[in-house]
């Protein structure tokens, strides 16, 4: 898509616009106006963009939480907490004198149309793979050089670790560092385990610590190579164990027991249950 036609686009985009999508959008800015204005709210007066940090993280979780559930309903509530908070952020930052929610916005327009040569421009793709090796080599080209730069400085320190173990390691393998197969991460998770058992003989918790790590940063590759993400199997997994437990206490509960007064073969015998179940 050449540039004249990208105009056109954008030029018909503005034009069928619903009215009634910018009216809530200003109705949302205005209520963050007045909420931090003189006459607002003194709580959200004194908030700054590290005080707001905390909430907008649990937020996002709030609405992965939402998704996972299937619910329509929970995921636009959600859906509007995290908007809520991303305007809240920006007009924090409006108000020091460095940028407002429409740069926000442009600069996320501009961004994507630059890594979508293949859409807004005139290149061509044969896979998704191209699309996702193009858009590292685009983002790395995007970076401001400095001495200490690194493939990996993309990565947000604050991730959970599961996700920025899988974010590294897709960076690393992005410029080459990879194993060739599946098979040869299967290779590593066995080298990682018996690393692990040898830790176990030695007693040395700090050590058996780092080689349990090892092992879960090898099983995210088998994930990344199985084309799945490591965090959500293991929310999915979670999820499955408490969907059962939950099930166990009910049915002993309907019987006026407790977890902690049947034998170890009634629990085994239950938990047998809620798998059959499902």
């Known amino acids: 898509m050449g540039e004249s036609n990208l105009n056109n686009l954008f030029s018909d985009t503005y034009a069928d616009v619903d009215p009634e999508t910018v009216l809530h959008i200003s109705r949302l800015l205005k209520l963050i106006d007045t909420l931090r204005g003189k006459e607002g709210c003194p709580w959200d007066r004194k908030q700054t963009p590290g005080s707001m940090s905390p909430y ?44 407002d929610i429409q740069k926000v916005a442009d600069g996320i327009v501009q961004k994507m149309i630059r890594r979508h040569p293949h859409v807004f421009g005139d290149k061509t793709v044969d896979s998704v793979d191209d699309i996702k090796e193009r858009w590292q080599r685009i983002k790395q080209s995007e970076k401001k050089p400095h001495q200490d730069h690194s493939l990996l400085d993309s990565v947000p320190s604050g991730l959970p670790a599961l996700m920025r173990a899988y974010r590294i390691s897709s960076r690393a393998a992005g410029a080459g560092f990879d194993w060739d197969n599946v098979a040869s991460v299967m290779q590593k998770v066995e080298e990682e385990w018996s690393e692990f058992n040898a830790a176990i003989d030695t007693g040395d918790q700090k050590e058996q610590a780092m080689e349990f790590g090892d092992i879960l940063f090898t099983l995210v590759n088998v994930a990344r190579f199985n084309g799945f993400h490591p965090e959500t199997a293991l929310s999915d997994s979670v999820k499955k164990f408490e969907e059962r437990f939950r099930y166990m206490e009910k049915q002993l509960s309907a019987r006026g027991k407790s977890l902690e007064k049947v034998s170890r073969r009634e629990l085994e015998r239950l938990w047998d249950e809620a798998k059959a179940a499902g």
């Not at 959600?78 to 924090?92: K, S, Y």
């Open 56 to 99: 907008l993280i649990e937020e996002v979780y709030e609405l992965v939480d939402a998704i996972g559930s299937g619910s329509p309903d929970d995921v636009c509530e959600e859906l509007g907490d995290v908007l809520f908070h991303i305007f809240f952020i920006a007009c924090i930052f409006k108000e020091m004198g460095h940028f």
